[in-house]
Nanobody, 126 residues
């Protein structure tokens, strides 16, 4: 069984920092792209940052220079370091692993597309 388990998040004052983690459990062979999305109340889900397996990164304009995405392939984990947080960063943050190869005892090697974590609340107070 493959799962993405998120940790981190919480309540922080404006200007503060938080770090989010997302770890894949199960017999994971590789993950092509690891990403972080967020969804604020009444708004659509939006990409925050993504990193490919060759280390290429992509950031949404509002978080450039403040957020840093990284990954540890051996630990099958993605991180999002969030600095200089603003009230407008308040949202539920979800990790996404795309094109994740894993092995299943009964089905052999499979590929999961757009696998989501459970989400974690980040609240930034002014």
């Amino acid at each position: 069984q493959v799962q993405l388990v998120q940790s981190g998040g919480g309540l922080v004052q404006a200007g503060g920092s938080l770090r989010l983690s997302c770890t894949a459990s199960g017999n994971i062979l590789s993950v092509n792209t690891m990403g972080w999305y967020r969804q604020a109340p009444g708004k659509e889900r939006e990409l925050v940052a993504a990193i490919t397996n060759d280390g290429s990164t992509n950031y949404a304009e509002p978080v450039k220079g403040r957020f840093t995405i990284s990954r540890d392939n051996a630990k099958k984990t993605a991180y999002l370091q969030m600095n200089s947080l603003k009230p407008e960063d308040t949202a539920v943050y979800l990790c996404n692993f795309d094109r994740m190869l894993f092995t299943d005892p009964s089905m052999g090697t499979r590929e999961a597309v757009n696998y989501w974590g459970q989400g974690t609340q980040v609240t930034v107070s002014s």
